[in-house]
Each structure stands twice: as C-alpha cells, then as structure tokens.
C-alpha cells in the first residue's frame, strides 16, 4: 500500500486515462475459452501450491516441488507445455547466480562466516525492547545489502548471521520473527536495479528506468524501518 501510494505521488500521469470496461470485456472475449495448455498450467501450478503449503506434512523440499513441477510439464500427455525451443528463452545464468547466491547463507554457517560476521557488525549489548532490534536488524540488513548488492545473497548470508547471533546470546525470540525483519527489509529497500533481479530484468522492458528506481527507492527506504 506505502509503494503504491508513493508511486501515485512521484510518478504522476502526464495525460488523463479511462479504464473502459467494455473494451477490456472485448479483449477478454477474444481470448476465447482456456486452451489445453493453459488448463494443463493451471492444474500443475496448483498441484505444486498444494505441495508447497503442506511441505511441513510430506517433507518435500520446495525445490523439488518446483523441479518435479517443470518435469511434469514437459512429459507428453500429462505435460507437453514445456517444450525443447522454450528452454532457449531460459536465463540459465540467472538461474546459476540465484543458486550460488542462496549457497552463501549455508556455507557461512558451516565455516563459521556467520559468527565471525555477527560478533563483528552486531552491537556487544542488544537492547530487549523489539522495535529497536528490528530497527538495528533493518539497519545491518540494508547496510549489506548494498555492499553486496544482490537481494539473495543478502539474505542468504545477514539470516544465517542475525539466528547465529541470536542464538550465541540465548534470545527466546522466535526465529522466524528475525527472518521477517531481515525479508521485510531487503526485499523492501533498493536503489539500483541489480539490487532485486525482478526489477533488473523488467528495466528497459516495462517502461521504467534507472532513474525512476533511484527516485522511487529513496522515498520508500524510511519505509522499511
């Protein structure tokens, strides 16, 4: 609600526009009825959704879901929407970056990164009152994320460090609490389009620029806190 407020403030409309509801009923008819790759989409979205909010019952990991999701639909009968020339359009790339970026926070945990980081960043005393450690989490959080730019690996490694933190003092707050403070801020704060791979992807495609995200990014980071 705060974003879209303030785009409706700084982004103002040069020329008046009217939602017609007739034409977009026109367009809507013209679509015609669900074809069958759309409604064999549909089933496995929902099928994977399902798998997703009962992961806690059958364990599998939502990786996999995504992954045996894909796999589905590109077998034949059953699939058949994803196709070989499709996979062309892949960014495969990306897809490896967002790999190794999600890599970071476990592998600081395993070396020790995640302890060394929160006895340096964090303060010697955390004060008890619960929004003033969220503001000192989205602080750090924030800080990070533009050393490290990406929104991923700024996750990744400030999550592993806030519960390692955490954890080495004995709070009794719940973790997950501590990894909404950390997603509340990074994925709420940006500057820079290689900061959130949505925005860098949509930039020069969906008519916005490096200067409407700065614009937009200074007025929503006093926001996050």
């Given at each position: 609600?705060?974003?879209?407020?303030?785009?409706?403030?700084?982004?103002?409309?040069?020329?008046?526009?009217?939602?017609?509801?007739?034409?977009?009923?026109?367009?809507?008819?013209?679509?015609?009825?669900?074809?069958?790759?759309?409604?064999?989409t549909l089933i496995w979205v929902l099928?994977?959704?399902?798998?997703?909010?009962?992961?806690?019952?059958?364990?599998?990991?939502?990786?996999?879901?995504?992954?045996?999701?894909?796999?589905?639909?590109?077998?034949?009968?059953?699939?058949?929407?994803?196709?070989?020339?499709?996979?062309?359009?892949?960014?495969?790339?990306?897809?490896?970056?967002?790999?190794?970026?999600?890599?970071?926070?476990?592998?600081?945990?395993?070396?020790?990164?995640?302890?060394?980081?929160?006895?340096?960043?964090?303060?010697?005393?955390?004060?008890?009152?619960?929004?003033?450690?969220?503001?000192?989490?989205?602080?750090?959080?924030?800080?990070?994320?533009?050393?490290?730019?990406?929104?991923?690996?700024?996750?990744?490694?400030?999550?592993?460090?806030?519960?390692?933190?955490?954890?080495?003092?004995?709070?009794?707050?719940?973790?997950?609490?501590?990894?909404?403070?950390?997603?509340?801020?990074?994925?709420?704060?940006?500057?820079?389009?290689?900061?959130?791979?949505?925005?860098?992807?949509?930039?020069?495609?969906?008519?916005?620029?490096?200067?409407?995200?700065?614009?937009?990014?200074?007025?929503?980071?006093?926001?996050?806190?």
């Amino acid at each position: 609600l705060i974003t879209f407020l303030l785009i409706k403030v700084l982004f103002k409309p040069t020329e008046s526009y009217k939602i017609d509801a007739s034409l977009m009923q026109e367009k809507l008819s013209d679509l015609g009825p669900m074809k069958r790759d759309e409604k064999v989409t549909l089933i496995w979205v929902l099928i994977a959704t399902l798998l997703w909010m009962t992961e806690g019952i059958h364990g599998l990991n939502t990786g996999v879901v995504a992954m045996l999701t894909v796999a589905g639909m590109s077998l034949p009968f059953i699939g058949g929407v994803c196709k070989p020339a499709n996979f062309a359009a892949v960014e495969f790339g990306a897809i490896i970056f967002i790999m190794g970026a999600m890599a970071i926070g476990p592998a600081g945990a395993e070396t020790g990164m995640s302890n060394w980081l929160a006895q340096v960043i964090f303060p010697a005393n955390m004060p008890t009152n619960i929004y003033a450690i969220a503001l000192i989490i989205g602080a750090i959080t924030m800080f990070m994320h533009m050393i490290l730019g990406s929104s991923v690996s700024t996750a990744g490694v400030v999550v592993a460090m806030v519960l390692a933190y955490f954890n080495q003092i004995g709070s009794t707050i719940d973790p997950l609490i501590l990894t909404l403070f950390v997603y509340t801020a990074v994925y709420m704060h940006y500057l820079f389009p290689f900061q959130h791979l949505n925005i860098m992807f949509g930039i020069g495609k969906a008519g916005f620029t490096e200067k409407h995200i700065l614009k937009l990014g200074l007025a929503l980071t006093p926001f996050v806190f």
